[in-house]
């Protein structure tokens, strides 16, 4: 009987490249996590994954006989194709860049591309509590937001490939300037980085941990808590989902109030319907979850499934 192949999954952030080998068990084997600063040292970042890649595969003697595919999660906007990194504003390097037939010719694999919210939510879709069809959605607050809307078991990408940038939704009256280069985005209200600079100025030498806990009354942490439940309610009034999941950094720190955010939420939810017997899931942790996903993304992809 022929073995079946596994997948490599790649999940790129922030601080730290994740990778692994995920097989038919989903359980990631050769699970790597690297400072992103170390793997790209000294060249070119798109050629120095590709590199990192092509000699993980070769310590771990991993060929196109025993792997399917690759799929990388980059923290990116990406084609409708998933061939190309249309923008990515902590590593400018890989704006415009074709980055999977550049994987495809340094790994002789099939190659993909997602944004990284994308796997994760692959992975958090795994929870047996959660319903097989639908509309998902999956809202990360982490140093910014990340978003995901799921049909029917087909992810939301849009003409362009850049559909649910949900953090970039204008805000009213506002105008401060975004990492996107618009104005007034829900991200600069709604995020990790609003709430550390919140703690810089007002909280001086307290983390956003302590602050969360010990100044949950505070005008201004409650504030920010119903900017993350104005957030995530103007998506569920758009589309009356059967379930929401909740995840991202910030949402899933210690001490977090999660209780008065469901509390803001659901106020802020149409009533009687969508909020009437609206599912709320918290977002599962796993530091390989989005490794896990990409293999996910890999298979779907190679099968010819997925996107809308």
Not at 21 to 38: A, I, R, W
Not at 101 to 108: I, S, T
Not at 257 to 268: E, I, S
Not at 284 to 289: I, L, M
Request: hydrophobic fraction near 40%; include cysteine; charge should be negative.
């Amino acid at each position: 009987m022929t073995r079946q192949k596994a997948y490599i999954g790649v999940d790129v952030g922030g601080t730290y490249i994740r990778v692994g080998t995920v097989g038919t068990d989903g359980v990631p084997q050769h699970f790597e996590k690297l400072p992103q600063s170390t793997v790209f040292a000294d060249g070119d970042p798109p050629e120095r994954l590709c590199a990192f890649l092509a000699d993980y595969m070769r310590r771990h003697r991993l060929t196109k006989e025993s792997i399917a595919a690759c799929a990388v999660g980059m923290p990116s906007c990406v084609d409708r194709e998933k061939r190309r990194v249309l923008s990515t504003p902590n590593i400018p390097q890989f704006a415009g860049v074709a980055l999977a037939d550049m994987l495809e010719k340094a790994l002789g694999l099939p190659a993909f591309l997602d944004r990284d919210v994308n796997m994760i939510y692959r992975y958090d879709r795994l929870s047996p509590e959660l319903p097989k069809k639908g509309i998902g959605i999956g809202c990360y607050f982490g140093t910014g937001i990340g978003n995901v809307v799921e049909i029917d078991g087909r992810l939301l990408s849009g003409k362009n490939g850049v559909a649910c940038e949900l953090g970039h939704v204008p805000v009213m009256g506002r105008s401060d300037k975004c990492g996107c280069g618009n104005e007034g985005c829900f991200e600069n209200y709604a995020s990790g980085r609003y709430i550390a600079a919140l703690c810089r100025e007002k909280y001086p030498g307290e983390s956003v941990c302590a602050v969360l806990t010990d100044h949950l009354e505070d005008e201004a942490v409650q504030t920010f808590i119903d900017n993350i439940a104005v957030v995530i309610a103007t998506e569920v009034n758009l589309f009356d989902p059967h379930y929401v999941i909740l995840g991202g950094g910030v949402l899933l720190s210690e001490g977090f109030p999660k209780d008065a955010l469901l509390d803001r939420l659901h106020r802020r939810i149409r009533k009687p319907y969508p909020d009437s017997g609206l599912q709320i899931f918290f977002s599962r942790t796993a530091d390989a979850g989005g490794v896990i996903g990409a293999a996910i993304c890999a298979h779907a992809r190679l099968e010819g499934g997925e996107g809308i």
